[in-house]
């Protein structure tokens, strides 16, 4: 007599879906997904390169007008040079670094556009830190008034803050431009920065107060790296606008303290067409911010996608 092997009992399926069955995790994309994919397509990138090429001309020609004779220059365009490389040459660099004025000017520019750059992002930094995460009295209303200055345009106190200097021995001098230029600069880097700080997660520094942390440990150690593609984007905003300043300077520098844009300036209500040193100054004042972008690329293209996607 055979046994009947009984068949083992099948396991019933998992429901796939009910009132209990707790939801699929949301699919995660990686920050900044859509934007790179954006400028992935073929069409974006043809339309960035025409604009790229379109931005670069101008460039190119100034580059090119600085390294031509004047004689040149007032008989044809700066693009005869790429059929005629014969006509290029240093000569002009080399008498703009013998012009007193020019190479004065351009230290004077380092000058004024460092100091007020560092002064605005330590300050700022600390100023953001503060707003953000330290409570103390009048918190929200002293950050509102920081704030309502934003609206106060550089126009309005420049004869006010002028007689001010005047009184205090700072007008016409590398300090005095440094001081208005780091107090219309503050607001704004003051914002951008406690704004960028308050989305750090409340348990980063809770978690750092635990470990016996101080708030100049976590603001250094912490806060700082954390938000350091903030910072780098405010430096480089904040660098190019005093490099390339010239209302304040006209008015808060004299001969001795102007920076290269009103020595420029001077140079063509002076001597009218002397394009063999107007050429290389304009050039030389615009290589500066353009090394220091492309030398701090990096921070500032991860500071534009985490605002992206924050």
Known sequence: MSATATPAPSKSPAPTSGPNTPAPPPSRRAP???????LGNGLVQAFLAVVGLVWITPVAGLLLSSLRSADDSASSGWWTALSAPGQLSLDNYTALLANAGITRAFWNTVLISVPTTVLVVGIAALAGYAFAWLEFPGRDWIFLAVV?????PVQVGLLPVAKLFGHLGLFGTIPGVVLFHVAYGLPFAVFLLRNYFADIPREMLEAARMDGGGEWR???????????????????????????????ALLFADSSSQPLTVELQSQVRQFGSNIDVLAPGAFLSLIVPVVVFFAFQRHFVQGVMAGSVK
């Open 32 to 38: 900044g997904g859509r934007l790179r994919r954006w």
């Open 148 to 152: 309502a200055l934003l609206v106060v």
């Open 218 to 248: 976590i603001f250094t150690r912490l806060v700082l790296p954390v938000g350091r593609p903030a910072i780098a984007s405010l430096a480089i905003f904040q660098f190019l606008w005093v490099w390339n300043d010239m209302l304040v």
